[in-house]
């Protein structure tokens, strides 16, 4: 594999809660470009983890790189700079209450300066049609929408000013097979499309499988292996051999897994 | 392309083969003078347009392209060239997710349709009113049915509440009306020292204290407190499913839920009502004893000789009524909740209002009933 530039880099992460340790000694790369999934037994920091490197939770100890900056130490301006250029979609979209979707897509547009409100008002029509959400789900409140499409318009604010990286947090918790399917082809459509390097949490294997070209799985405070689904499956520890030939991995992998 | 412009979108004109040169960034940040300057283009005379100098091309810019593309209204007409394989796959991704705009359904303006919306209205508070002539069907059948199986009964929860709707409402129920009574003393004694009538003000305060106000302002702190307390509780447990819960399990909302809370109001209200009483009637003797020098023995004698026990009678017959409009609301309120947090606080405001707003009505009929019959 040729060198490929690192956009997040992790080193040395500790966050602890009082006297609980989730993290320890946590390295991580991820790669431009790629899709990767963080996955981990419950209480093993995923959501923590992803708060971190989005700047929401700052680690007792360790450094934060994103896109070249230090995200623990930078200015004022640095941050703001950098946090245009990422994306976060909370577990249930995490919308504004008071905002109509497209309102919500707008926000973030607003710190554009001197952006036309009718051609903003477009671009998020545009971003509401991108995450394959109606035209007229515009116009609604997120109070009135599925679970599945608040996290869709939850996606489009994360996308409205075509981030590098976006943070996804368990994007098909709560989904039926058949949206989390459709979102797994979204978000792979998408990463494709636009250029995105995608952070996802998760624990849906069949997202990994059809996602996924690297996961990192979370284990014993840090991140314990990363690797293609394929080598996955060739790791010895008990609970990642657990996770990925469990029974509803191999519900999820039936190919590789047959004879196991 | 040198960094120092490369954030400046530049486009020259249609040359003789009809090219149009874009330069620099076309991203959100330049869109709105991208959009203008596309906009103004003659759009018949633009045979291509060559991104092939263009720096940066992000999901706005792309919009920007493709929308005049289709705006030409000849869709091959406009030839886009020299986009790299990533502007070319970004194009087509916005090309084949531009929304077409549906119209939302309009406000009809019509008579007919203001007609509509204000008969939809009126039938909707019908609905309310029939409502909540239902929720206290249920609360009276539940409660008789108590009294012939006094084991379904919650004891321990009315007492609770009888606590959490009366007890703890005391301070600030005696407060009020204490400063009620102040206030009416003061306000009365420069009233009515300008007639050398003084004296009248112990009756001033009686009547007013013990027929109205003392009655009504609890009622409306405890509307404020209590309805709202309600809706929150029962509210909550919807929300979460708890109700549908309880029904799964055999175990009846309007006995487990709305019956030890009204009732607790029904008894509560009442001594409520009447700790208001006196706390007015202490504060108004007191500041009529610091303001007029009434003594406080004088000030009881005028009150027993000069006011009707009559008065006290009228004012607390009220308290029950009034407990069962708020505690009525208050659950209804709760019942009416869905599943998310916004309809709680929504249901919670409109609970206090309509119950404070229905206490107030209720006042006003009972005035009426007892001017007619005289008392």
Redesign the interface.
Known sequence: MTEREVVIKLRGIRNQFGRQVVHEDLDLDVYRGEILGVVGGSGTGKSVLLRTIAGLQKPAAGSVEVLGTDVLNADEDTRQKLESRWGVMFQDGALF?SLTVRENVEVP?RA?????PL?RR??A??????VGLQ??AG?KYP?ELSGGMRKRAGLARA?A??PDIVFLDEPTAGLDPIGAAAFDQLIR??S????LTVFLVTHDLDTLHATCDRIAVLAERKVLVTGSMADMLEVDHPWVHEYFHGPRARAAVPDKTKGD | MTGADAGVFGLQPADDTGTVHLSGALTIQTVTTARHQLQALNASAVQRLDLSSVTRLDTAGAWALVTLTRRAGRLEGIEIAGAGTEAASLLQTVERALPNPETPPRHDGSFAAWLNRFGQRVYSGLMFLRALTAYLGIFLHRLARALRHPSEFKLTSLVHHCEEVGLKAVPIVALMAFLIGVVLAFQGSTQLRQFGAEVFVVDLIAISILRELGILLTAIIVAGRTASAFTAAIGSMKMREEIDAMRTLGLDPGMNLFVPRILALFIMLPILGLIANLAGLFGGALMAWIDLGISPAMFSTRLVEGTAVSHVFVGLVKAPIFALIIGVVGCHAGMQVQSNAESLGRMTSNAVVTAIFAVIVADAVFSIFFARIGI
């Open positions: 209450s547009m554009i300066p001197g952006l036309d051609i477009d671009l029509d545009l971003k509401i049609s991108m035209y007229l116009d109070s996308l000013l075509d459509g998408l494709h499309s636009l250029g």
